[in-house]
Structures are given as structure tokens and as C-alpha cells.
Nanobody, 118 residues
């Protein structure tokens, strides 16, 4: 699975951005797609995840501000980020969890930088 992420940028506190992740295959065949982020000096963390059945989960720090969604026709998953804070500054990575021949496999897109200025 190839993942192409886009939509990062520089925004002021309180602003909004929408990230997109286009997959090279039918996203309904992917067990789950999600967004992770990694700030300098910190481990990569899950931001939001959307399963093929439509279940979602979010990091506590983004609940109520971020929304993950998908467009099946475009094989694309989105992350709408509202009320952005400086703590949201990080490189955001798209992820796909796929069932391989013998085990689950993780695929990653290239990161996209999100910078929130105070």
C-alpha cells in the first residue's frame, strides 16, 4: 500500500488545517487508517484512527477538535484539525494497517509538517 499525505502547513493558534492521505488501493480493504504525529524529541503518537467498519478513536488531546473521515470513492482519508494549538506542532504521518499473508502490516506515508504559531 502506498500512502500520499498532504495538507500540512503553518497556521496560527486557533486556526484550522485539513490533512489528506490518498491510498493506492481500496481503503475499505484496509483494516484501519490513521494519523500519527511526532514532535521533536518525542515518540510518535496516535492522533486518530478510522477502521474499515467506521469506528474511530482519538487521542485525548485532540478530542473535540480533530475529526477523521474518509472518501471511499477517492480512497482518501482526511484529518480535519480545528482550534489548533502550538502543542499540535509536529510531523504528521498517515498509517494503514493491512492484513498480510501471516500477520498485520503497517504502512506509512511520508510525513507532512504542521506548525502552529502562538
Amino acid at each position: 500500500v502506498q500512502l500520499q499525505a498532504s495538507g500540512g502547513g503553518l497556521v496560527q493558534t486557533g486556526g484550522s488545517l485539513r490533512l489528506s492521505c490518498a491510498a493506492s488501493r481500496n481503503i475499505l480493504s484496509i483494516r484501519a487508517m490513521g494519523w500519527y504525529r511526532q514532535a521533536p524529541g518525542k515518540p510518535r503518537e496516535l492522533v486518530a484512527r478510522l477502521t474499515s467498519t467506521g469506528s474511530t478513536n482519538y487521542a485525548d488531546s485532540v478530542k473535540g477538535r480533530f475529526t477523521i473521515s474518509r472518501d471511499n470513492a477517492k480512497n482518501t482519508v482526511y484529518l480535519q484539525m480545528n482550534s489548533l494549538k502550538p502543542d499540535d506542532t509536529a510531523v504528521y504521518y498517515c498509517n494503514a494497517l493491512v492484513l498480510g499473508l501471516t500477520n498485520w502490516e503497517d504502512y506509512w506515508g511520508q510525513g507532512t509538517q504542521v506548525t502552529v504559531s502562538s
